[in-house]
Every structure is written in C-alpha cells, then in structure tokens.
C-alpha cells in the first residue's frame, strides 16, 4: 500500500472518496489500481465505482482518463510530437488514444495539435436582443454559438479555440446552411415559446456531459435549475460538481441553455461567457414567458 491509500484508510469514511479522486489527479498515469483504492475507501470495487460516480458525475477509471486527455492536450499544444505526448499522459497504447480524443475533443491528435489545421469553419456575427452572437460551423455542424461584447472579441475566441483553421467569415444570407441555423436561431427570440431547435452538431463529448446537456434542454423557458436538481433529474444526485463542470464545457450556448442554471442558493454560479450575459438571457427569457402567459384580449 502506497502512502496515498495509506492516507486514505487512515481517513473517516465520508473523506475517503475524495482522497481516492485527489490520489487520482495526482497522477492520473500512475494512480493506484482501483481496485487498491476501494479497499482503501472500506469499499468492494463495485461499490467504488457506483458511488464515485454518482459523486464526480465519471467512473474512476474514467476519470483518469479525461484527466489524461487534458494532459495530452497541454503537452501538444506546447509543441511536443503526438507519440512524445501520447506517453507523457500515460496512454500505453496509441490507437486507443486517437479514440478517446476524437471522441472527447472532435478532432485528431495530429488536428489538434496542429490547431485545427484543416478544418474549415464558418462562420457569422447576429444581432439579438442581447447583443452580438458568433454561430459557427464546419461541414459536420455547428461548432460554436457564443455571445459576446463585440465582433473582435468574438473573432479572438473562436481563433484562440481554432487558430490554424481556415476560418471564413460569411453574411448571414451568403451561406444556405448557415442561414438556416441563423434563420432557428433568430426564431427563439422571436418567438421564446419556441423550443430551442435541433441542430447538427460538430462536437465531442463524454456519454455524463451528453446526458446533461439533454437535461438542460428540457428547463422550460423563463425557469431555472440547480446544479443539485439537474443531478438529481439525470440520476445522480450527488454529481452536483460534476453537472456544474459539464455546463462550463457547452459551447453551445442558447441551443443547450446552461443559462439556466443555477447555484442551490440563488445566486447566478459561473457562465463561461460572463454573467452578464447570462443575467441577460435569464431577463429576456423571464419577460418573454410573462408575455407569453398574458391573456389576450
């Protein structure tokens, strides 16, 4: 036994699943095997898995590995060939971390590294009734819908998420799809008792965060959820943290509307785009649904 489990039998029983998280992430290619951890935690290994996730929103080994991935991430964005980064994060094999990539991140190894090199995005800037939203797209679907101050700001985050993509600035009339997700887009605030429309998307994302981006898009409009109620409605009451980090991960805002989620106390939480246009939207949909609700005469 490592000093790491060590510490964590040593702990009340309650601290113990943290303690195996943090040992973890402390070295997620060299952790200890889980089934090391859950004898540390008092645990079986089932046992261990179950309530990791329900806590943390992944199963340890899971975990582990998107610790990896985002490891990797770092190490090719420094400038480090694919095969020096694929051990650097502990991946053994490297077919499995081509897999896990594309799925976690949308592209290979070699794109990412290369900053989306080869990827064609289009893209266009709307007014809406909360200002300046950048929607944009590659041939698969949409990659970004992201409010903003201004159009350079915009611009500068989707070239900070893409830098050597062949990034294509278009009018709105200009592009027949692209028009069309414009043309739903616009639709929602026209018409705020419209839900949010289905759209292709190009993204990438884990089995958890799927699941709670399906869930966001089921709080009716002009109401708000906890991180605590969204964990709970997807079956894992006590992934709350987990629920708040999945938000954080959508670039999709409007269409997946984590604006609507809050902290357990009231307060607004974060809202990777500011807050104040997250209280923006939240204003825009709550008078929307007010009017909605108007008797005619």
Not at 30 to 46: F, Y
Request: charged share 25%; glycine share 8%.
């Amino acid at each position: 036994m490592n000093a790491a489990t060590h510490a964590m039998t040593a702990a009340l029983p309650r601290d113990r699943l943290e303690l195996a998280r943090q040992c973890i992430a402390r070295d997620p290619a060299a952790s200890p095997a889980m089934g090391e951890l859950a004898r540390a935690a008092g645990l079986s290994p089932s046992q261990f898995t179950r309530r990791f996730r329900a806590r943390y929103g992944l199963a340890p080994a899971e975990y582990a590995r998107s610790l990896r991935v985002d490891g990797f991430k770092r190490t090719l964005r420094g400038g480090s060939e694919v095969t020096d980064a694929i051990y650097a994060a502990g991946f053994g094999s490297p077919s499995r971390v081509y897999e896990d990539t594309a799925r976690l991140i949308g592209m290979t190894p070699g794109a990412y590294r290369r900053g989306g090199a080869g990827l064609a995005i289009r893209y266009t800037v709307i007014d809406t009734p909360i200002g300046r939203v950048l929607v944009a797209a590659t041939e698969r679907g949409v990659c970004a819908i992201t409010p903003g101050s201004d159009d350079a700001a915009l611009e500068r985050a989707l070239a900070e998420e893409f830098p050597k993509a062949e990034r294509t600035r278009v009018d709105e009339g200009a592009d027949g799809w692209l028009a069309d997700v414009v043309r739903r887009i616009a639709t929602q605030f026209a018409d705020a008792g419209q839900p949010a429309p289905a759209l292709p998307a190009d993204l990438r994302a884990t089995a958890f965060q799927w699941q709670v981006w399906n869930a966001l898009t089921r709080i009716p409009l002009g109401e708000t959820r906890s991180y605590a109620e969204v964990a709970r409605e997807i079956g894992r009451p006590t992934a709350a943290r987990a629920v708040a980090r999945a938000c954080a991960s959508n670039r999709l805002a409007l269409i997946v509307p984590c604006h609507r989620v809050i902290r357990e106390d009231g307060s607004m939480g974060g809202y990777r785009w500011g807050l104040q246009a997250k209280d923006a939207l939240l204003h825009f949909e709550r008078e929307a649904s007010s009017r909605s609700r108007r008797p005619t005469r």
